[in-house]
């Protein structure tokens, strides 16, 4: 866990064994990229009706989950680069590509994280980004605040995708879990 106080003079680059901050998000950012090549990889063998079956729950289908994580990953890492993309409304819209279009552009925005992060040093992590959330405001926060952030929402939207699929009898979805990644890889 990483130490953080609500006082911006308090606050620690190290977690509290001591790590650099720039190894816990490079690591999350692997994670990230590896639990979603797992879920991808999963679903690759399901057939494209039962991944737009609409379930109730935060949005109404496997494949409208996967394309918010695709878009908030797209959106945030343009908060980052500090380059914004516009909002990620990708709430209600139905995708109209295929299914492998899909599952490339969750990976290959993945894949973008992971090569972001990589280049950053621990000063760059520290930076502040100005970003937008429509309707609600402008807010500044340290980098490494917003990938934690991201990523975190990129798990919970995963585990949605396990839940649906759990709800329409798919009972074989991968082990995706933080200590999965960190024994298998």
């Not at 590896?34 to 991808?40: G, M, P, Q, R, S």
């Not at 990620?88 to 973008?112: H, N, P």
């Not at 975190?152 to 798919?170: E, N």
């Amino acid at each position: 866990m990483l130490i953080c106080s609500k006082n911006k003079n308090m606050l620690q680059s190290t977690t509290k064994a001591g790590m650099p901050v720039e190894s816990v998000i490079r690591d999350l950012t692997a994670y990230n990229l590896w639990a979603n090549k797992k879920i991808v990889d999963w679903l690759i063998s399901k057939s494209g009706e039962i991944r737009d079956i609409e379930v109730p729950t935060g949005f109404s289908s496997i494949n409208m989950t996967l394309l918010h994580i695709w878009g908030i990953q797209e959106w945030w890492l343009g908060n980052l680069r500090l380059q914004p993309t516009g909002p990620a409304y990708t709430y209600g819209k139905l995708y109209s590509g295929s299914s492998g279009e899909l599952f490339d552009g969750i990976t290959r925005q993945s894949e973008l994280f992971v090569e972001y992060v990589q280049s950053l040093n621990e000063a760059l992590l520290q930076e502040e980004c100005l970003f937008n959330i429509p309707a609600i405001g402008e807010f500044n926060r340290r980098r490494y605040e917003i990938i934690q952030h991201c990523m975190h929402q990129c798990t919970w939207h995963r585990g949605q995708v396990v839940s649906i699929g759990r709800r329409l009898g798919l009972t074989d979805a991968p082990g995706i879990n933080y200590m999965f990644f960190c024994l298998l890889s």
